[in-house]
């Protein structure tokens, strides 16, 4: 009986010259197979087209037609995306992108600050008339935030915050005239009281919360920071911004929060700066050092009564993004840390939420802002991170914030 050298025997099963060229054939699709699902399963998600890994853009924010020279300001006012540029502020749906109202300044006149209290729905816009100086964004607006109505209007204001013309929080606006400042009802203007400034002061900035109205001034050669009363203006307490050390005078002094008081200090010689914090009495808590072995201070955010800020690691030209830390502003003890960087980021709902250019794929992590632990991380679409100015959380969307000029002012995203 002869041996069958091609097709199958009797039970079906392929044999002899056929048998063995399928067999290695099964093998290299099997391979081939493999290899496609190793290489699908690395690229897709970095490349954010993979469901559950990715980021997809909802819509832009429309280009100006004529652009700012600072390149504006982009920023979450409830369930809307607020942008001001040199001559408007216009709100738009954070969902539909469909906008809302637009608020135009006098002709020639240019925006130099704005404030948006959403809890109050109230937009706080402040700007100059033409040929503007230093000192002369006198003018401050009150907006509906649900219509861009105007509410009303104040002149002879002084423009002696670094970036806070007008400070909005618990339904009260603070307006700095001079030698004074101001507290006004938010959404009728009315005065509710005026507390002096020590004389020789000069203000840096200001803060709001519930509790209490916090400023930081330079007095002569000597950083001061004080608190008053919401209810009343009266001074509660006024402190040295760091006695221990002392500040130099012509340092920058920033307020990052009321509740805790919390101060940032920017050196004028270029020098690392430090965050401090007090107790509701002003005494001093705890003194965070701009750089450490987590790095140099970059941005600041504070909330839930902890200080988070981007961390840069190096010197001079060798200098890049290294890491989120965060601190307990009670103690100064370092909470966390973690080597997801981020060009810039956002504290919401108990999560920081970072944006940052990488070389397989722009990213977006967010992390549990209490432990630093990573909870989700995604690749965007196209790369979009390359130059950006900020990061905002709202629910399950992400705004990104373009410094780019060739880019939109923002994109909206969802996760995908």
């Known amino acids: 009986m002869t041996a069958e050298t091609n097709g199958t025997d009797r039970t079906g099963q392929g ?22 699902g190793l290489i699908a399963a690395v690229i897709l998600p970095a490349s954010g087209y993979a469901p559950g890994f990715s980021m997809a853009k909802v819509w ?42 637009e608020y135009l300044v006098p ?52 423009a002696g915050f670094l970036d806070k013309v007008a400070t909005a929080g618990g339904g009260l606006g603070v307006l700095h005239y001079g030698d004074r400042l101001r507290a006004v009802d938010l959404k009728t203007g009315a005065p509710r009281w005026t507390a002096p400034l020590p004389k020789g002061c000069d203000p840096h900035d200001l803060a709001l919360a519930p509790k209490q109205v ?9 950083a001061t920071l004080l608190a008053y009363d919401p209810a009343n203006g009266k001074t509660r307490w006024t402190v ?24 940032r ?23 965070i050092a701009g750089g450490g072995d987590y790095g140099k201070l970059m941005s600041t955010r504070v909330e839930g009564g902890r200080l988070f800020a981007s961390v840069w690691a190096g010197d001079g030209e060798s200098t890049s993004f290294s890491g989120i830390v965060a601190f307990d502003l009670a103690s100064g003890d ?61 629910q399950d969307l992400v705004i990104l914030v373009h410094a780019d000029d060739s880019m939109p002012p923002f994109s909206v995203y969802e996760r995908w």
């Open 15 to 36: 044999t002899g010259f056929v048998k063995g060229c399928l067999a290695p054939l099964a093998t290299l699709v099997g391979i081939l197979l493999l290899l496609g």
């Open 60 to 101: 832009d924010g429309p280009r100006d037609t004529v652009p700012s020279e600072d390149g504006g300001e982009v920023s979450l006012a409830g369930d809307a995306v607020v942008r001001s540029r040199a001559d408007a502020v216009t709100a738009f749906d954070v969902r539909s992108g469909k906008k809302r109202w």
């Open 107 to 158: 002709d020639r006149a240019e925006i130099c600050a704005t404030n948006h209290h959403a809890a109050a729905g109230v937009s706080m816009v402040a700007y100059r008339q033409a040929r503007p100086t230093e000192e002369d964004c006198a003018t401050v607006v009150a907006v509906d935030l649900a219509d861009g109505r105007e509410l009303w209007r104040t002149d002879g204001v002084a």
């Open 214 to 222: 916090v400023a930081a001034l330079m007095c002569g050669a000597e």
């Open 240 to 263: 040295p911004v760091d006695a221990r050390r002392g500040v130099d005078e012509d340092a920058q002094l920033r307020v990052l929060s009321a509740d805790p008081p919390t101060v």
């Open 265 to 287: 200090v920017y050196e004028a010689d270029g020098k690392t700066s430090g965050v401090l914090s007090y107790g509701p009495d002003g005494r001093t808590r705890a003194r």
């Open 334 to 394: 370092q909470l966390w840390r973690t080597k997801v960087a981020g060009d810039d980021f956002d504290v919401t709902d108990g999560r920081v939420t970072a944006a940052r250019g990488h070389r397989h794929g722009d990213l977006m992590t967010v992390l549990d802002a209490a432990t630093g632990d990573e909870e989700d991380d995604r690749s965007f679409r196209d790369s979009e991170v390359r130059s950006i100015a900020g990061v905002l959380a709202y």
